[in-house]
């Protein structure tokens, strides 16, 4: 249904699930392992697994903190898309590696639910991809002290609102690991 011509295609997008975003975030071990659960589902059907890793001030490149979790590790012919803004297309090559293999639908996990993985999300959404949210596979940490809602509630908020996306041509919806299907609607 995306409206980008051509694209008939699915990939997993696994979002900044670096050890120094993932420390100390909402139900971590459970989120990386429903993670690593569909990263090995695309795998086997042969679904591209797109990796994004964020670096700024705070996460700097090459360190500990900037490297992936070490439950999941990336294969070499596997696209890394390195960004240094929460929407995972801006300021990178993200679209080029999607385009070149025909993708118009992602299926988005990783972190932070709100920040990087609403904003991506969103960023793809207004580019022309239908979007599927894996429910149970994304996470943030807890800002309550600065006046955001707990962890779980910011989720649960997400899943809800991303449920009902719908504009001409392209859909959201938000699915749990289990629920989750690589091809496009319509085509199973």
């Known amino acids: 249904m995306t409206t980008l011509p051509d694209r008939p295609y699915t990939a997993l997008l696994v979002i900044d699930v670096q050890n120094g975003v993932m420390a100390g975030t909402h139900d971590r071990d459970r989120v990386i392992a429903n993670i690593g659960a569909l990263v090995d589902r695309a795998r086997a059907e042969d679904v591209p697994v797109v990796w994004v890793q964020h670096s700024d001030d705070n996460i700097k490149r090459d360190s500990e903190s900037w490297q992936y979790v070490p439950e999941l590790v990336r294969l070499d012919p596997e696209p ?38 609403r904003s991506t999300i969103h960023g793809a959404f207004v ?35 991303w449920q009902w996306q719908r504009v001409p041509g392209r859909r959201g919806e938000t699915v749990g690991t289990a629920g989750v299907t690589f091809a496009a609607p319509g085509t199973d």
């Not at 929407?87 to 709100?114: S, Y």
């Not at 239908?130 to 509630?153: C, I, M, N």
């Open 127 to 161: 580019r022309g991809y239908d979007v599927t949210l894996v429910g149970d596979a994304h996470t943030t940490e807890d800002l309550s002290e600065y006046g955001a809602p707990t962890p779980d509630k910011v989720i649960a908020h997400t899943n809800l609102y």
């Open 80 to 117: 890394l898309v390195h960004k240094s803004y929460a929407d995972a297309f801006e300021g990178t090559e993200l679209e080029a590696v999607l385009a070149g293999r025909r993708v118009g639908r992602l299926v988005v996990t990783g972190a932070q639910t709100d920040e990087c993985i």
